[in-house]
């Protein structure tokens, strides 16, 4: 018998053939490039399109209920990490509690990215496209917290290492960043 029929044969049921095995960059790369399509669509849409008034206002709204969706879910989840850094929870408890904040942040940006689309950003405006790129940064941020959040889980209680924790605190500092920096845009675009 062959080595690999000894393992085709310890392979349990439901078990993915090594055929069937994709790297593990290969799930997060996918999404990246999903999320920047999306940016890069949504773009594409503000440039060839142009929302009528009530568009418009249908579009301010969703916009304004997506930002306080996700930025809201995200600050629940660094509020959690505040609460890990002092002492109030364990880690595994904020990586329980954040693991369904993930659909509510992911729901309000899509929402922020597809209705800004219909509000006539202007897209000569330097600030808007720092805005733009810090929505950007904010999706692929948030791929990559994805990936972090797995890793925690699959600690099971376990300490982290350091490197797991420099990232978790890189992964929040760009997160909140990001955010305030394109809310602070919107507002100051928002008064011309």
């Not at 799930?27 to 440039?47: C, D, E, F, K, T």
Request: aromatic residues 8%; proline residues 5%; charged residues 15%.
């Amino acid at each position: 018998m062959s080595t690999a029929d000894a393992a085709a044969i310890r392979r349990r049921p439901g078990q993915p053939s090594d055929l069937l095995r994709v790297p593990r960059w290969c799930a997060p790369a996918m999404a990246s490039l999903a999320v920047s399509a999306g940016w890069g669509a949504s773009i594409w849409v503000a440039l060839h399109l142009r929302a009528d008034a009530a568009l418009h206002t249908v579009a301010l709204f969703v916009h304004l209920a997506s930002l306080v969706i996700g930025f809201g879910a995200v600050l629940v989840i660094d509020y959690y990490g505040v609460l890990w850094l002092s002492g109030r929870k364990s880690l595994r408890d904020v990586v329980e509690y954040a693991a369904p904040l993930h659909l509510p942040v992911w729901a309000g940006l899509a929402g922020l990215i597809a209705s800004g689309a219909f509000l006539h950003p202007d897209l000569s405006s330097p600030l808007t496209c720092v805005k733009l790129g810090l929505v950007l940064l904010l999706a692929l941020n948030g791929v990559q917290a994805g990936v972090l959040h797995r890793r925690l889980a699959a600690l099971d209680g376990r300490p982290a290492t350091r490197a797991l924790l420099m990232r978790g605190a890189a992964t929040a500092t760009v997160s909140q960043a990001a955010w305030w920096g394109a809310v602070a845009i919107g507002f100051l675009n928002s008064r011309r």
